[in-house]
């Protein structure tokens, strides 16, 4: 494999990176576990198995950034190569804007706008078909949630819905 | 004598008009993720499990166990006719299967899929109402290290059986471990990685997680790509296999669901490893091997059959020890527990009514899997042709309003986005999100023994290998830890690898 698509001591190695991220959250957990007190061998406390588990969390985590740095890796790129990568972006976009939007404007004028830009964002839905998809599922689906279920969902500052 | 008389009994919970509907439902969701590629069980129970809630316990997990075994019975018809796994289980099911289809002999491997599907799954349930009451009776003497230990084991086999690195899974079952334990410690009360959020102190909830590492991640990775189908156009006629296709199946039908019931039973095992592990058997036993990969009806016949016999087989650990085998039972698990119940050894004595209306439930989901299977092919060839640029939107919303009801609270919305990212990150650096979840449902479980082991022991970690069953356990777990640095039994682990670990 070209240095590309195996690259070993490099910043783009993403094994390197899923083995850093490994290891700092098993060093986190060991902190947590020893935070909450181990408590002894006849009478584990809280803390007893989080630092145990952070222990091997560490242990795993440097198998993988040892065999990154020996082996190789794939870089970012080469993971998302061929891909349209843009898609998942947009969509994750779209979800985290609506889970802000959720509690403050509530489902239907979130969930409307969210479904309109699914639609169209995810090999685009003409829009004469788009909009009646839209606007007519949460509709629908917050009209049997109260109806039929009696499940409130957020109203919003407008308290609509 | 008695198991007629509980069986009689299940029947009359089973047949209960509200517990046919939830069965039906049930296997008709099953088929239709089954057929859908890209959406699995997994990703379907986990975004029916609020709904679970609304009804009886009985009605609830006699939907959520049809999702399962409709899903395997589905699978197979993507694999034929298009080439493309409905799930997991069904990936070697394309290898012969398609080949059939474009010899124009879609009709017998569709039939030989479902009626293999349906004898296996018969069965499997009645061994799983022979086997169940005895291992329960044995396992009422299981202490805390016995439980712990095969826990280990069952997190262990999982991890050994995901694709890609060892040491990842592994480092994702810790990851799960750590993630189950947030909230209140239930022996001290402490509250555990809550960073002073009232929403984490009764913990993070199973629905968004799994809602969002399978239901969003899959979403986001199936996006990435255009999704081609090839679908097989010509009409499908004589479904029923002739003789000579039914001779030609006998063993591996037979053989399939033997070897499925037993490596379903098996913890980290389930559907897809059978269905592998009964494809090589076929072609190893075979006398023209070389016919394997060109339409040979033996490669679908105990695959399939493998597949849904470990389907059956996978609710034994679950059903008598409360141990969840894969994540498809976790997910079962979550269910029980949303109702406040505990599967486990006194489950059979203490809700017969629960346990053998399950049981008696499957039978008549495989009859109505059968119908919906056979007859009614040419609804689920249509529903191939469904574009996903509007089910996707769909999905999402589903997953969004499916969280939110779980729990009435946005909180559990904010956490399956995080996590559906999280997810679709970890898919991509190929880190599965399997180990992961069965170790978030027993990472509580887990914690619980070892202290009391501990407790009991008087901090004596012999207590582990003095014990047989527990000793053997922990062995096992050691051989199959160690195993990958051997390179013959690494070889042999990339060939059974799995995707979705179920």
Known sequence: ?161 | MDTLVNVAHGFGVALLPINLLYCFIGVFIGTLVGVLPGIGPISAMSLLLPITLSGTPESGIIMMAGIYYGSMYGGSTTSILVNIPGEAASVVTCIDGHQMAKQGRAGPALGISALGSFIAGTFSLVALMLIAPSLANVAIAFGPAEYFSLMVLGLVVLTFLTQGSMAKALLMACIGIVLGLIGLDSITAQPRLTFGRMELIDGIGLVPVVMGLFGIAEVLINTEQHIKRDVINARITQLLPNKADWKASAGPISRGTILGFFLGILPGGGAVVASFASYALEKRLSKTPERFGNGAIEGVAGPESANNAAAGGAFIPLMTLGIPPNVVMALLLGAFVIHGLQPGPLLITQNPGLFWGIVASMYIGNVMLLVLNLPLIGMWVQLLKLPYNILFPLIILFTIIGVYCSSNNVFDVYVMIAFGVIGYSMRKLGYEPAPLVLAFVLGPMLENNLRKSLILSQGDLLTFVQRPISAACLVLAVVLLVGPLLPSLRKKRELVALDEGV
């Open chain 1, 1 to 161: 494999m070209s240095d590309q698509t195996n690259v070993k001591l490099r910043l783009n190695n993403s094994e390197l990176w899923g083995g850093l991220i490994g290891l700092a959250l098993g060093i986190f957990v060991i902190r947590s576990g020893l935070k909450l007190k181990l408590g002894t061998i006849n009478d584990p406390g809280s803390g007893y198995v989080l630092f145990y588990t952070g222990m091997l969390m560490c242990v795993f985590a440097i198998t993988i950034i040892v065999a990154a740095v020996t082996e190789g890796g794939p870089t970012f790129a080469l993971r998302w190569k061929d891909t349209r990568w843009t898609k998942p972006l947009l969509i994750i976009a779209c979800l985290t804007a609506f889970s802000f939007a959720l509690d403050q404007i509530g489902f239907l004028l979130s969930a409307i706008p969210l479904m309109l830009l699914l639609l169209r964002v995810i090999d685009p839905v003409r829009w004469t078909l788009a909009i009646p998809i839209a606007v007519l599922t949460p509709l629908g689906v917050w009209w049997v949630l109260k109806r039929l279920l009696l499940i409130q969902l957020p109203s919003g500052i407008f308290e609509i819905g």
